[in-house]
């Protein structure tokens, strides 16, 4: 179909615009901290990091990041990926760090289609949808979330996604979406019972329990 080359070309287009803005490493303190979170998972198997990152105490002393899991579990494919380059290039920290600060130029990219498919969804037509894609992401302070490694545009990708899914009325998508950004943002949670509300009257009972079995494993895995 046209419209879906024309959605796998402002993707890569937007990747590499975003990526002519992202730094290449991670500098920012709560960046760190999530990324000390993928480091501890895949070399030591655990989710508990150093006290030297934004921390929470846990159980036996152990210290756990006070940020949701999504974007250092999503971060998990690229670090494992580029692990073993890393290690034969001697610069084994610096080749890491940049590979997954690369998801956010990616992260940016998936947004800017996800706000287009939405204004589709609403209505609008093929000009007016690229205008709010990438308007939403390269006209606000998306953008500069996008520089560092933020969890708010991962948040932010998987809101848009879940209401357009229950706007095409696949509700368990939605859920499953919704499941996603509380597991990046727990606050997104709040926003559960409009998604569920809207679920309930578009399509019933049905459609509610539909986003609730898409909501559960990100609740669950967020508990």
Known sequence: HPERRLLLWLFVLMAVVFSLFQEGIIVGYDGQTMYAVTESIVERGTVAISDEW?????????????YGPGLSLLSIAPYVLMRPVAMLSGHQAEVLA?????????????????LYLLARRLGAGTGAALLVGAGGVLGTFALPYTKEFFSEPLAALCLVVAIER?????????????????????????????LLFVAWRRQGVAGLLRACAGLAPGLVATL
């Open 54 to 66: 934004n921390t929470l105490p846990g159980r036996g002393g152990l210290q756990y990041s006070r």
């Open 98 to 114: 940049a590979a997954v600060s690369w998801l956010m130029p990616l992260i940016g990219a998936a947004l800017v289609v996800a």
């Open 166 to 194: 229950l706007l095409a009325a696949r509700p368990a998508a939605a859920g499953l979406a919704m499941a996603a950004a509380v597991l990046t943002r727990a606050q997104t949670l709040l926003l559960a019972p409009i």
